[in-house]
């Protein structure tokens, strides 16, 4: 590789390391105080167009289908648009209904992930507007589309991906904000919105300053051969991509689940070999949240958590800081990023190149 590992043992290490930049960067020069929105240049959509948009879907593959289904709840909670996320290739082999009222969203680090491409020219011929959420400058998907926002994350080298994930999902906050702000979202709500996006690179610092005791737990947890991740709503996505990164780099199978879906099956499969990950934020779904741990708990189930404060159902906790509730996504997997790293690492594996895996996928 030409580019510089810059003293880390692995780019996945570099990387991750790199986001409290990668975020400023994805803000810088887009917000706007004076009437609390961001600008967003290349996104060619004024605010008639936005306010004509009557739903949202968003398609992409992997770790940028996870910070779709982020992206998704954002729009859906500040702008109050129905929106959701598909994987690209699933979308485009079902004959999907494309409709004008529509505004549908491709995603993608590279830029090039033949699914997506597929999506969008299938899309586009169908006379639909498409925007892209990418990476790289330049990419066939950001050719492709209408337009749409760069999410700066600067270039990822190791095949999973980690600041392109936080620096998607952060772009989407910018595009709900964006979005709501041409709707009903109030000048003291996207106010509110702002410095929470603004606390971001603080906040991810405070998350890495914490790596000896996730290094700690990460070889604790590495003897599981199976691990299950819960959320729920805003968490829920969260433990999908924290399940998916810990099994691309570890290859220990992981699985994630609705916490609330617990009690239909997977509740079968707890006992004290098999570590449940728990995101739990402190919102409004707290509550609901213990009890589902206070379920594991009572079949002698391993809990590890992450939350805004020390959970006491829980075996260990990491905390992390607290931000405005619809952001609080963006951090939360950040803690298991560096989870999934250490277990690798504990294991011996070939982390930037995990087997069988390929960085971008341009064939089908
Ligand atoms: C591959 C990579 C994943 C990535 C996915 C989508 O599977 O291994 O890390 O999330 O492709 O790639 P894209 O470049 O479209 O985001």
Request: proline content about 4%; aromatic content about 6%; hydrophobic content about 40%.
């Amino acid at each position: 590789e030409s580019y510089d590992m810059g003293g880390h043992d692995t780019y996945m290490h570099k990387e991750i390391h790199e986001q409290a930049d990668a975020v400023d960067r994805a803000l810088r020069g887009r917000i706007d105080d004076r009437f609390s929105t961001v600008h967003l240049g290349g996104l060619n959509l004024d605010a008639r167009d936005a306010r004509a948009v009557r739903r949202v879907k968003i398609l992409g593959c992997g770790t940028s289908y996870h910070a779709g289904q982020i992206g998704a709840q954002m729009i859906e909670e500040l702008a109050r648009i129905p929106a959701d996320a598909e994987p690209a290739s699933e979308f485009r082999y079902r004959n999907p209904v494309v409709d004008p009222d529509t505004l549908y969203i491709a995603v993608s680090q590279s830029g090039e992930t033949y699914d997506v491409l597929a999506a969008v020219q299938e899309l586009k011929r169908k006379g639909a507007r498409v925007l892209g959420l990418v990476n790289v400058v330049g990419s066939a998907i950001a050719r492709e589309t209408d337009g749409g926002i760069y999410v700066h994350a600067g270039p990822e080298v190791c095949v999973v991906s980690t600041k392109c994930f936080t620096n998607m999902v952060v772009s989407f906050g910018l595009l709900a904000l964006h979005l709501g702000r041409t709707r009903d979202l109030s000048v003291a709500d996207g106010k509110r919105i702002i410095e929470g996006l603004r606390k971001l690179p603080g906040q991810i610092e405070e998350i890495l300053a914490n790596e000896a005791q996730i290094e700690e737990l990460a070889k604790e947890y590495a003897e599981a051969k199976s691990m299950m991740f819960i959320g729920r709503v805003r968490g829920y996505p969260v433990a999908r991509e924290a399940s998916l990164k810990l099994k691309e780099v570890s290859y220990i199978h992981a699985e994630a689940y609705p916490a609330s879906e617990l009690k239909h099956g997977p509740l079968a499969l707890i006992e004290p070999a098999m570590p449940t990950v728990a995101i739990v934020p402190d919102d409004e779904l707290l509550e609901k949240n213990r009890a589902a741990l206070e379920e594991i708990k009572a079949r002698s189930g391993r809990i590890l958590a992450v939350a805004h404060q020390e959970q006491e159902k829980a075996d260990h906790t990491i905390v992390v800081p607290k931000n405005e509730d619809e952001l609080d996504a963006i951090l939360m997997g950040i803690p298991l990023q560096l989870f999934a790293y250490y277990t690798a690492k504990a294991m011996g594996r070939d982390i930037d190149k995990p087997r069988n895996l390929a960085k971008s996928v341009t064939v089908e």
